[in-house]
């Protein structure tokens, strides 16, 4: 499986970016829809944290406290595609952000070490 994590970029405090995750290469028989998936970042020196997680069926999701009610996890199955839409943006939400797929479906995982698979990260800068 490989993911494919796009849409960071440079944004002033206050404003809005909308990331995308597109996930292919699932064996025979198996598709994103049979997933969990979820966002985590890692700003610089520190580890990586959890953001965001949906189930499978895009019907649970779970957000940390630093970003709920800013930020919206969604999932298209027809389209193998997560998106992390996020809005009121702050300097303290720099960071690399990574998109993760689950094996384990049924409820958001919070755990870094929950997930299986990784994109390679996408970049958001906030500047004040």
């Known amino acids: 499986v490989q993911l494919q994590a796009s849409g960071g970029g440079l944004v002033q405090a206050g404003g809005s970016l909308r990331l995308s995750c597109t996930a292919s290469?699932?064996?025979?028989?198996?598709?994103?829809?049979?997933?969990?998936m979820g966002w985590f970042r890692q700003a610089p020196g520190q580890e990586r944290e959890f953001v965001a997680a949906?189930?499978?069926?895009?019907?649970?999701?779970s957000y940390s406290d630093s970003v709920r009610g800013r930020f919206s996890i969604s999932r298209d199955n027809t389209e193998g595609t997560m998106i992390l839409e996020m809005k009121d943006l702050r300097p303290e939400d720099t960071a690399v952000y990574y998109c993760?797929?689950?094996?384990?479906?049924?409820?958001?995982?919070?755990?870094?070490?929950?997930?299986?698979?990784w994109g390679q990260g996408t970049l958001v800068t906030v500047s004040s």
């Open positions: 993760g797929l689950s094996l384990s479906n049924w409820y958001p995982r919070l755990e870094e070490y929950e997930y299986d698979y």
């Open positions: 290469g699932f064996a025979s028989g198996y598709s994103f829809s049979s997933y969990g």
């Open positions: 949906v189930i499978w069926a895009g019907t649970r999701k």
